[in-house]
């Protein structure tokens, strides 16, 4: 297969989990565990999350929607509360895995994200928004959600990101820690590769590529 791109999802791909501080927070908070991906599973293509990602509201207006989708499910919980919650830490080794794939591929990031907490959306301090910047200059082109009004699993986006890269689908190899965000590309013809944890990622693209790559 004669590859040309790599695409990548960030948060749970580039950076550890978001899901992994909502497990946190709902166990300090006795809430039943992966409670909140449970609620922003629920009309996933027009909830309070989907609307934010996509910037069909503001942070005030998810604020209130998120708590009254979440009060419906049984435990209230506040929007902004959950903001605090997004930024992850940039994974190092990952991020030489992708350092190395710019030697041969084209590589772009294609990310759910939304306008709040450390202007990226995708970071909830200082340092996490330095370390976030950094890796984005690393990719040729960056598609995010919440400046495109689209978001994940919508299929424009990926054929947005094909075009802006100027590669076919089935040229593409594309990470992601959400199946439900795979499964639009891989029937568009890319190969796609579930992120269960920073190793297994990394050992499916060595594998897809035929890259060592030492890490």
């Known amino acids: 297969m004669g590859?040309?791109?790599?695409?990548?999802d960030f948060g749970g791909v580039i950076t550890t989990s978001p899901f992994d501080?909502?497990?946190?927070?709902?166990?300090?908070r006795g809430l039943p565990l992966n409670f909140i991906?449970?609620?922003?599973?629920?009309n996933p293509h027009d909830n309070a999350w989907a609307k934010f990602e996509s910037s069909r509201c503001t942070v005030e207006e998810f604020d209130h929607l998120f708590a009254a989708e979440t009060a419906a499910a049984g435990h209230e919980i506040?929007?902004?509360?959950?903001?605090?919650l997004l930024g992850g830490d940039v994974r190092p080794r990952m991020v030489k895995v992708l350092t190395r794939?710019?030697?041969?591929?084209?590589v772009a990031c294609l990310t759910n994200n939304a306008n709040a907490g450390q202007g990226t959306g995708m970071s909830s301090t200082d340092q996490q928004a330095e370390d976030v910047?950094?890796?984005?200059?690393?990719?040729?082109?960056?598609?995010e959600s919440s400046k495109e009004?689209?978001?994940?699993p919508d299929p424009r986006i990926y054929r947005m990101a094909c075009e802006r890269i100027g590669v076919a689908p089935e040229a593409v190899v594309y990470l992601d820690d959400l199946g439900i965000n795979l499964k639009p590309a891989r029937d568009m013809g890319m190969t796609t590769i579930k992120v269960t944890s920073e190793q297994q990622a990394i050992d499916d693209l060595s594998r897809i590529l035929g890259i060592d790559f030492g890490v």
């Open 101 to 106: 794939c710019k030697q041969d591929y084209r």
């Open 21 to 28: 501080n909502f497990n946190r927070y709902e166990a300090a």
């Open 133 to 143: 910047k950094a890796v984005m200059k690393l990719f040729d082109i960056v598609i």
């Open 149 to 152: 009004g689209i978001r994940k």
């Open 37 to 42: 991906r449970g609620v922003n599973a629920i």
């Open 3 to 8: 590859f040309k791109a790599v695409l990548w």
């Open 78 to 84: 506040r929007g902004n509360e959950v903001i605090g």
